[in-house]
């Protein structure tokens, strides 16, 4: 794949609505993902509780944004990160190499400023705005400040608030230089300039948002799509993000492998029109109202590169879990404890039994197919088989579609177009 990617630059305008932005592009480019626990001495169990524990929160968080509520407290205790994607990237003149986590589920990209108020982390590169000749400041009358998901409570003027579940940043925007990808393209990006980072960000110095709002990354460099195709669990190979032209199907439309579903009129997240779940040819009893989209009730189903396991509606949990109790006819072990998982089961041998393959249901006779390491857990020391998928609580209708349940799938965001297409692929070999 090329990696060439060429942005034209459009001139600031004081009197504008948006911020400066980036188009033009030819190829593309193609970048590299790194799991936040990759490399890490986890054991296969652990790296599933960390897992669980970041889902958890990232429901959170995502609840959180939709119901544009505000946390009562910004004490944040979980202690795994919250994100699980890193991107590698520099900021400024001259460039300053950083680690951002990648976020499907946000919109504006940011970076931890000098000086920082409890930014400082161990081996965490943070950027000094006074040492680089390409920074500008956005002015106080920038009407950006006025955009609504910076101000989700009275701040002080030329400031801005973002929030993240219980986590918060706070600081000013800017302009500087972004150099993206091996072939460092640049670009002259708005973004958050933070003085006040308070919660967990996997270590990293900020966070690249690919959600639909004015300053995600997607909607500055005016990307029509973009698309990411991520590595098994237990793989230590990266991942790919793919922006622009790039992010294409490389299968034939007319094979059948390539699956697309239109994405809905939703600002916030990436919402899809699901209908219902089968396991092995059999449709399960889940009415497609579970998966209705509601704004007003915060339900739906989203495509979410930020969630490790899936999360469903209680009634649709509670189906795939009797039916797999028939299909397994192992004893249930509870691991709730040691991994969080709501399904276990005990093996009484190694290997695990097989299992056909889920699917997803989407609208526009869209099937996303997944074999049962895109479900299921299994461990041979402590002898569990447990599914990776969880309830929503106290009666949530949202569904989060999650990474785990994407591995080894080339998922691609046609803006443009406005649908959701996927393919299953080797995304080590991709």
Not at 34 to 56: A, E, K, M, Y
Not at 134 to 157: A, E, G, H, R
Not at 332 to 339: G, Q, R
Not at 396 to 416: A, C, P
Request: aromatic residues 10%; positive net charge.
């Amino acid at each position: 794949m090329a990696h060439l990617f060429l942005f034209a630059l459009l001139a600031l305008s004081s009197s504008s609505s948006l911020p400066s932005i980036f188009a033009a592009h030819t190829a593309g480019l193609h970048l590299r993902l790194t799991h936040v626990d990759s490399g890490q001495p986890f054991s296969s169990t652990g790296r599933i509780n960390r897992l669980v524990q970041r889902s958890h929160h990232r429901r959170k968080v995502l609840e959180s944004r939709l119901r544009n509520s505000l946390p009562t407290s910004f004490d944040v205790p979980v202690k795994a990160s919250m994100f699980d994607y890193f991107i590698e990237y520099s900021i400024g003149t001259p460039k300053l190499p950083v680690t951002g986590v990648l976020d499907t589920g946000s919109e504006v990209v940011w970076a931890k400023c000098r000086p920082c108020e409890q930014c400082d982390e161990e081996g965490i590169s943070i950027y000094d705005p006074s040492k680089s000749s390409t920074f500008s400041k956005l002015p106080c009358s920038s009407p950006l400040y006025d955009y609504q998901p910076l101000k989700p409570f009275s701040v002080p003027k030329c400031q801005y608030v973002y929030v993240y579940g219980s986590a918060i940043i706070n600081g000013f925007l800017a302009t500087d230089a972004f150099s993206l990808g091996a072939e460092s393209a640049t670009a002259n990006l708005t973004f958050g300039c933070n003085k006040l980072v308070k919660g967990t960000f996997s270590g990293a110095s900020g966070v690249v948002g690919l959600g639909q709002g004015k300053l995600s990354l997607v909607s500055q460099l005016n990307l029509g799509r973009f698309s990411y195709c991520l590595t098994p669990f237990k793989s230590s190979s990266k991942s790919h993000l793919l922006l622009g032209d790039l992010a294409r199907s490389t299968k034939r439309a007319s094979s059948g492998e390539v699956q697309s579903t239109p994405l809905l009129n939703a600002t916030d997240q990436y919402y899809v029109a699901m209908q219902g779940i089968s396991i092995g040819g059999n449709r399960l009893p889940i009415p497609a109202s579970t998966f209705e989209y509601s704004k007003e009730e915060s339900s739906g189903a989203i495509f979410d590169s930020g969630t490790g396991q899936t999360q469903l509606p209680q009634s649709a949990f509670d189906a795939i879990k009797k039916e797999l109790q028939s299909l397994v006819g192992l004893p249930v072990k509870d691991m709730s404890k040691t991994v969080g998982l709501d399904l276990c089961f005990r093996l009484s041998s190694w290997p695990p039994p097989p299992l056909p393959d889920m699917v997803f249901h989407f609208d526009n006779g869209a099937d996303m197919r997944m074999p049962q390491m895109n479900y299921m857990f299994a461990d041979q020391r402590t002898r569990a088989y447990c599914l990776v998928m969880r309830p929503g609580q106290n009666g949530d209708k949202l569904t989060i579609i999650g990474n785990y349940q994407q591995q080894n799938m080339h998922v691609i965001y046609d803006i443009t177009s406005r649908m959701l297409l996927f393919e299953s692929t080797s995304c080590e070999s991709f």
